[in-house]
C-alpha cells in the first residue's frame, strides 16, 4: 500500500490538531492521563459544554472529533468503531446519544463538529489558561454573542450625518 491509500483509511479530522506537547501529565501516568482524557470526552458528549483547563480541552477534541467522524462514516454495525464508542464514554446510555443525536446531527458537516473558545482568566485566580469546549449546534445559549446591525440605530445615524457634514464643512474651507 502506498501513502495515499494508507490515508483514505484513515478519517482526517476535521480540526487542527497541535502537534507541540501538551503541558498536562497525571500521577498514574499515561495510564492515568488516557482515563482523564476520557472522563473529559464522556462529559462532553454528555452535557455538549464543558469548561476546563485549555490544553486538556485542545487534547479531548482530537478524541471527541475522530470519535464522532468515526461513527458518521461506519456507523453503529462497525465493531471497531462500537469498541472504540464504548471505551471513550464511560455510560453506556451515551453510546446510544452518539448514534441516535449526534450522528444525524453531524451527519452532513462540512466543518468539525466541535468548539474550542478561551476563557477569560479570573484574576486573582487560577495561573493557567481555561477553555470552554462545546459540541456545534447545541441547546444552550451560545458562548460568544452574535453580533447585531447597529448601522441603523438612530445614534449611530446621527454621528454619520455629523460626520459627513464635518468633512463637508472643511472640504469648502479648504477650496476657498
Excluded at 445559549?141 to 455629523?162: C, D, F, G, R
Excluded at 464635518?166 to 477650496?175: D, G, I, L, R, S
Aim: one cysteine or more; charged letters at 30%.
Amino acid at each position: 500500500m502506498n501513502q495515499a491509500e494508507i490515508r483514505k483509511l484513515i478519517p482526517a479530522l476535521r480540526c487542527v490538531v497541535q502537534p507541540k506537547y501538551r503541558k498536562f501529565g497525571n500521577p498514574k501516568g499515561p495510564e492515568g492521563r488516557l482515563l482523564m482524557l476520557r472522563k473529559t470526552v464522556t462529559s462532553l458528549v454528555k452535557n455538549e459544554r464543558i469548561e476546563l483547563n485549555y490544553h486538556r480541552a485542545d487534547e479531548a477534541r482530537g478524541y471527541a472529533e475522530r470519535l464522532i467522524g468515526d461513527a458518521i462514516r461506519y456507523g453503529d454495525r462497525h465493531r471497531e468503531t462500537m469498541e472504540m464508542a464504548s471505551y471513550w464514554l464511560e455510560e453506556k446510555q451515551l453510546v446510544h446519544k452518539l448514534f441516535k443525536v449526534l450522528v444525524p446531527r453531524f451527519t452532513d458537516s462540512k466543518e468539525s463538529y466541535t468548539r474550542l473558545h478561551k476563557a477569560p482568566i479570573i484574576y486573582p485566580g487560577r495561573a493557567h489558561e481555561r477553555a470552554v469546549l462545546e459540541l456545534k449546534d447545541n441547546p444552550l445559549p451560545p458562548v460568544v454573542p452574535q453580533k447585531t446591525a447597529s448601522h441603523n440605530w438612530l445614534h449611530n445615524i446621527l454621528l454619520e450625518e455629523a460626520r459627513r457634514e464635518y468633512n463637508a464643512n472643511k472640504q469648502e474651507e479648504h477650496n476657498e
